[in-house]
T-cell receptor, first 113, second 113 residues
Framework: AQSVTQLDSQVPVFEEAPVELRCNYS??????LFWYVQYPNQGLQLLLK??????LVESINGFEAEFNKSQTSFHLRKPSVHISDTAEYFC???????????FGKGTKLTVNP | DAGITQSPRYKITETGRQVTLMCHQT?????MFWYRQDLGHGLRLIYY???????DKGEVPDGYVVSRSKTENFPLTLESATRSQTSVYFC????????????FGPGTRLTVT
C-alpha cells in the first residue's frame, strides 16, 4: 500500500531565507504527486502537482518541487520565503491514476520576521 | 460562485447522539470525498463517491454513514457519536478522475463531549 512520509512536522525559518519541505512516498506503481497548502482556519488548496513530463514543477507564488523517482521523493522548495507563506503544507500521492489521494501528516511552516 | 460549502462550521454534540455534516458543491463535480483531520495524522479519507448513488469506503469508515442522492450534496452522518470522532472534517470534490485536483470546503469542527 502506498504511504507518504513528511519528515519534518514543523519548520521555523526567518523571512527571506530558503526553505525545503521534504516528502517521500512508497509505491510499487506509477504515481502522481501533489503539494497542498492549508492556511489557518481554511481548507486545503492545491499548490502544485506532478503528473508527467518535466520532473520540476512550479507554482505561481515561487514554490517548486522536483520528482525524483530513484529516491521516491517530491521535496518542496522556495528560495526566499515571506511571512504570508506561514501555513501547513501537505504532500499527497495518487497511485496508479486513482482518484483517491493519500496525504502525509503535514509540515507546519512558520516564517518569522 | 459559491464553490463548495460545509455546514455547520462548528458543532458540539454529546456522546451517543446522531449528527449529520452537510457538504454542497455548485460545480456538478462527479467525485466527492470526506476527510477527517487530526493532529499527528494529517488527512484521512473516510468515504468517497464517484457519482450519485455510488459510494465507497476510505481508510477510516467505521462509525460513519454517507449517502449521495444528488450530485451536489454529500452528507456525512455519525450514527452514534463518540469522543474519538472529535475532529475537523473536510469535504472535497473533483471534476473527473483525470483532473486530480481536489477542491476543499472550509471544514467543520466537531466536538463530541
Amino acid at each position: 500500500a502506498q504511504s507518504v512520509t513528511q519528515l519534518d512536522s514543523q519548520v521555523p525559518v526567518f523571512e527571506e531565507a530558503p526553505v525545503e519541505l521534504r516528502c517521500n512516498y512508497s509505491s510499487s506503481v506509477s504515481v502522481y504527486l501533489f503539494w497542498y497548502v492549508q492556511y489557518p482556519n481554511q481548507g486545503l488548496q492545491l499548490l502544485l502537482k506532478y503528473l508527467s513530463g518535466s520532473t520540476l514543477v512550479e507554482s505561481i507564488n515561487g514554490f517548486e518541487a522536483e520528482f525524483n523517482k530513484s529516491q521516491t521523493s517530491f521535496h518542496l522548495r522556495k528560495p526566499s520565503v515571506h511571512i504570508s507563506d506561514t501555513a501547513e503544507y501537505f504532500c499527497a500521492v495518487s497511485e496508479g491514476g486513482s482518484e483517491k489521494l493519500v496525504f502525509g501528516k503535514g509540515t507546519k511552516l512558520t516564517v518569522n520576521p | 460562485d459559491a464553490g463548495i460549502t460545509q455546514s455547520p462550521r462548528y458543532k458540539i454534540t454529546e456522546t451517543g447522539r446522531q449528527v449529520t455534516l452537510m457538504c454542497h458543491q455548485t460545480w456538478s463535480h462527479s467525485y466527492m470525498f470526506w476527510y477527517r483531520q487530526d493532529l499527528g495524522h494529517g488527512l484521512r479519507l473516510i468515504y468517497y463517491s464517484a457519482a450519485a448513488d455510488i459510494t465507497d469506503k476510505g481508510e477510516v469508515p467505521d462509525g460513519y454513514v454517507v449517502s449521495r442522492s444528488k450530485t451536489e450534496n454529500f452528507p456525512l452522518t455519525l450514527e452514534s457519536a463518540t469522543r474519538s470522532q472529535t475532529s475537523v472534517y473536510f469535504c472535497a470534490s473533483t471534476r473527473q478522475r483525470s483532473s486530480y485536483e481536489q477542491y476543499f470546503g472550509p471544514g467543520t469542527r466537531l466536538t463530541v463531549t
